[in-house]
């Protein structure tokens, strides 16, 4: 069963649109990561964020954004999507360093 | 310049024999290993982990090698199921500065356990 939950699994949209993912976990965890990956490379850490209030950018420099103003809801926003953004966007939590639990990501294509 | 390397993109095993992953590190900051398996349309999935301060961990079929001083580590998996057929990606984690607890990945190396 899941116990982190990212919205929507597939996202099929058109250049210049403004995206929001979302992802909630229920286990209260403090720390909160979005990576990217796309197909037969590495997850690339793009955002994470310690607590409330608190998010930082990752190593992979991306043009997305996220908040944390609730300790369970982690979104990312783009606004104005492009094909380059076209990836899979995982969430993850933790309470500590290991390990961090995953979702199972959405699916983003920009036409 | 890639800082954990899983060389193999594939690997594929008979059914009941064993199964060895390996993963390279070039950061001798990293302190922490994992295991994640992936099937596809889902998310990564935690498998087992190694702090640097052992060589060895074991979780019923699956154990972790670690080689600091080759910085490799590598994953067992005896014997090999159908069900093991996904995914594994190596990931480190290091301290970056106070607080930091970001995770490092490999590309993944594809495990398919034919019957």
């Known amino acids: 069963e899941a116990d982190i939950y990212q919205t929507p699994r597939y996202l099929v949209i058109g250049t210049g649109k403004k995206i929001t993912l979302e992802c909630s976990q229920t286990?209260?965890?403090?720390?909160m990561y979005w990576y990217q990956q796309d197909p037969g490379m590495e997850l690339h850490l793009i955002h994470y964020?310690?607590?409330?209030?608190?998010?930082e950018k990752g190593d992979l420099s991306s043009e997305s954004t996220v908040s944390r103003i609730r300790t369970e809801h982690f979104p990312l926003t783009l606004e104005s999507a492009r094909p380059s953004h076209t990836s899979q966007y995982l969430c993850a939590s933790s309470d500590d360093v290991e390990p961090q639990h995953f979702g199972d990501g959405t699916r983003l294509s920009i036409l | 310049d890639q800082q954990v390397k899983q060389n193999s993109p594939s690997l594929s095993v008979q059914e009941g024999r064993i199964s060895i992953l390996n993963c390279d590190y070039t950061?001798?900051?990293?302190?922490?290993f994992l295991w994640y398996k992936k099937y596809p349309a889902e998310g990564p999935t935690f498998l087992i982990s190694i702090s640097s301060i052992k060589d060895k961990n074991e979780d019923g079929r699956f154990t972790v090698f670690l080689n600091k001083s080759a910085k490799h580590l590598s994953l067992h998996i005896v014997p090999s199921q159908p069900g093991d057929s996904a995914v594994y990606f190596c990931a480190a984690s290091g301290r970056a500065g106070a607080g930091s607890y970001q995770l490092t990945f490999g590309k993944g190396t594809k495990l398919s356990v034919i019957p």
């Open positions: 950061n001798s900051m990293f302190d922490y």
């Open positions: 286990m209260g965890h403090d720390k």
């Open positions: 964020s310690y607590g409330v209030n608190s998010t």
